[in-house]
């Protein structure tokens, strides 16, 4: 939280200046009112006929905002190079953090993305995560470890529970012959005994 400075000019309101074009736009600059960041060096309200409203500011604690009642568009490079940056998000001692609140989605679409961490990156799903690739998909670690896997994963990879028990075994060799000459020695047997 800001504090105030101990001046008389911080605190003169004389130094206020308020700027209003018609009932819709208004400038406030050096607002002596104290805010959690500190006064404002500038805040600039506009409000639609159907009361939707639009602040942005800038306060002597450093922070800039922008609040709007609606959407928020950001559209650059209709004139940039391709493959160039068109937009580019900066957090230099801190993180960005990207939230939408109640049934919004957070999309990212793009020609290629890539994701990447110098530590660790994290996916946590509340119910269902699904993965889809067109053509392959590449897992490349030192160590994969999967917690409750069910389903055919685990033989397509490893192969069934009775495969990985007799890999290198005389039975793995014999259960090789297939159901059919399973069968066929089965009845050879009983043969014996009938």
Sequence with gaps: MAERLKTDSQQNSARRNICTWGPKLRVDGCNPQMGVDG?????????TDSRDQNHISFTEGGNFRILTDRSFEITTGNKSENEGIDIALNALNG?????AVGNGAIQIKAKNI?????????I??????TLTAGTSMKLDAM?????????NLIETVLGTFGTQVFAGTSVLETASI?????????????????
């Design 39 to 47: 006064t404002n060096v500038y805040s600039m309200y506009g409000v």
């Design 95 to 99: 993180g960005i953090s990207l939230t």
């Design 114 to 122: 890539i994701l990447e961490a110098a530590e660790d990156v994290d």
């Design 124 to 129: 946590k799903a509340g119910r269902n995560m």
């Design 143 to 151: 160590e994969i470890t999967v917690d409750g896997l069910f389903g």
């Design 178 to 194: 297939g159901i059919g000459g399973a069968l066929g020695a089965a009845s050879n047997v009983s043969g014996l005994f009938g």
